[in-house]
């Protein structure tokens, strides 16, 4: 069997290909208006953070009740659209956009009922969107209009 010792030739290897590496990194130093652009990325940061601490602290509930996101229809009925064909049958909710059910018309099971590869809420689509002052929106809570 061989022993596994460490080979004189991958240590010189290695050792060269760092000094390669600091000499390039020693004689191409950044430019210099790299430089000044890391300067005011620092300096941009320091100041958003001075404001972010503002504007949290203006918030009101007010402000949040008119943000475009709030609900304006309170009405949380499940309204259900239908979409049919002599292929398939699928009801969008209203709620959260979702594909309620999907119904396989030329298929059916031993009961003698179409087979149904999504229904009673085994399918769930999900998208979460953080807004400016930090709230998350989900796509699952709000509601949606759809178009046929």
Not at 67 to 79: G, M, P, Q
Not at 92 to 113: M, P, R, T, W, Y
């Amino acid at each position: 069997m061989k022993e596994n010792n460490v080979d004189i030739k991958s240590i010189i290897g290695f050792i060269l290909i760092g000094v390669l590496l600091m000499f390039w990194l020693w004689t191409n130093p950044p430019e210099q208006a790299e430089i000044v652009e890391q300067e005011n990325q620092q300096t941009d940061i320091e100041v958003n953070s001075k404001d972010k601490e503002n504007i949290n602290q203006n918030f009101s509930i007010e402000d949040i009740n008119d943000d475009l996101f709030a609900d304006i229809d309170k009405d949380n009925s499940d309204y259900v659209t239908e979409i049919k064909n002599n292929i398939f049958d699928i009801k969008f909710s209203k709620k959260g956009g979702q594909i309620s059910e999907v119904a396989l018309n030329k298929f059916i099971d031993h009961k003698g009922s179409p087979i149904f590869l999504i229904k009673n809420g085994n399918s769930t689509f999900n998208i979460d969107f953080k807004t400016s002052n930090n709230r998350i929106i989900s796509t699952k809570n709000q509601d949606f209009t759809p178009y046929i």
